[in-house]
């Protein structure tokens, strides 16, 4: 019995990781189709940026920095929206089911959640702003 439940929670823990890791696929293609509309629309202001002295890797961070920003602030959400929803599902059912109220968190899953997330929100902003680089400062100014 207890080596059929070991077998069920390992095949849990791998379902959850590949669950994870298509909704951080999904993410990096929303975050890279955001970064990219944000960058266009705000080609001038980058343009400027550059021409009164920021060079190109300035302004690729600062898009990065914006994207972490986006990523810490919206995962700091998700984890409590996340935890209070489970808790709260968790207490129901177990106390349908008659058994003992118990939490486990798996420290695993969020360290790999972590990071993947932590390398979508530099890869996504640093794709969105490799064409906008390459070009001329007058030429983005102008909106060429």
Do not use: H
Request: hydrophobic share 55%; with cysteine.
């Amino acid at each position: 019995m207890i080596d059929s439940l070991d077998v069920a929670i390992k095949i849990i823990d791998l379902f959850s990781m590949v669950i994870t890791v298509i909704a951080l696929i999904l993410s990096f293609f929303v975050l890279l189709i955001s970064f990219t509309a944000n960058v266009t629309e705000n080609a001038w202001e980058f343009g400027v940026l550059r021409a009164i002295g920021l060079n190109k890797s300035q302004m690729t961070r600062i898009y990065i920095y914006e994207s972490m920003s986006l990523m810490l602030s919206a995962g700091i959400l998700g984890i409590i929206v996340g935890v209070l929803t489970s808790t709260i599902m968790l207490y129901q059912s177990s106390e349908i089911s008659e058994l003992p109220f118990r939490i486990e968190f798996a420290p695993s899953l969020i360290a790999f959640t972590c990071v993947l997330s932590i390398m979508i929100a530099v890869l996504a902003p640093f794709y969105a702003t490799s064409n906008l680089k390459q070009k001329q400062i007058a030429n983005i100014i102008k909106g060429l």
